[in-house]
């Protein structure tokens, strides 16, 4: 996945703090601020991220930020889709075991989703320890030469 995005600074270790304009929440080619729709729902309008700085970039440039993708969907599909998913199991294996009634079904299928939420905060939390999710400048699409 490739970004645009803003050198903020440059770290100790070479790395660069780059702020990434967020995309428009419901994907329109609109500015969000003309839209009270989506600033209402909007909180923050960019994400600041650290990213390997392979081009030499610097504080002020605009540059095209690329993520590494294998990690990316995967986190997304634990985030996103385990927790649908273990609603669903639990939800079919109350169903097939003939547990109760239709509230216990929906309350096995509650716990389900519960224990995916859990897990997808689990994983959040070791993929922001391990820095699971790696940025990189790939290139400088427009040089800052007044910082």
Known sequence: MEQ???VKS???NGMAQVAVQRETACGAAHSCADCAGCEKMMTRTENVVVAYNDVNAHPGDVVKVQSE???FFKTAAIVYLLPLVLALVFYGVASALSLGGEGLHALCA???FVLGILVAVAWDRHMKKVSGLRFHIVEVKRACSGM
């Open 4 to 6: 645009i995005a803003m």
């Open 10 to 12: 440059i770290l100790d």
């Open 69 to 71: 993708n294998g990690n």
């Open 110 to 112: 509650g716990i389900g």
